[in-house]
């Protein structure tokens, strides 16, 4: 039937076949790692990116939480001025409303002593009239 010669001949064909087959897959083999090689290179791109972004952020946040603390005890430091100045102008409030009352009352005093003064004092001042009597003769 087949002789040696012809088994080998289809032997060797087959073999060039698988060959052929292996050399095919292997540059698929290797054209798919390069790709995935790319794609690794491109997520390790992005993730430092993103590292970069997640420190950067990172930073922005402590200045601006910095910031808000800074603001937060320039307004406490205003504040406690504008409580302090408060309770200064409440203090000179009460203090002139205490020296209006004082005033009104030397002013009642002194009408009062005026009053009575402009009738008691005239008299002290002046003698009595003398009464003159005109008789006919």
Not at 4 to 21: M, P, R, T
Not at 33 to 41: A, I, P, R
Not at 76 to 87: A, L, M, S, V
């Amino acid at each position: 039937m087949f002789t040696q010669s012809s088994k080998v001949a289809v032997l060797e064909s087959k073999l060039n076949i698988y060959e052929d087959l292996s050399k095919e897959m292997l540059a698929k083999l290797e054209a798919a790692v390069d790709k995935m090689s790319e794609g690794n290179n491109r997520i390790a791109q992005i993730l430092t990116k993103h590292d970069e972004r997640i420190d950067q952020s990172i930073k922005t946040d402590a200045i601006i939480i910095k910031m808000v603390d800074e603001i937060k005890l320039t307004e406490e430091k205003t504040h406690t001025i504008i409580h302090e100045r408060i309770d200064s102008l409440q203090l000179e409030i009460k203090n002139l409303l205490k020296f209006r009352w004082q005033i009104s009352g030397v002013l009642i005093l002194a009408l009062s002593v005026f009053t009575v003064g402009s009738h008691l004092i005239p008299q002290f001042l002046t003698s009595e009239p003398q009464r003159v009597i005109i008789n006919k003769q």
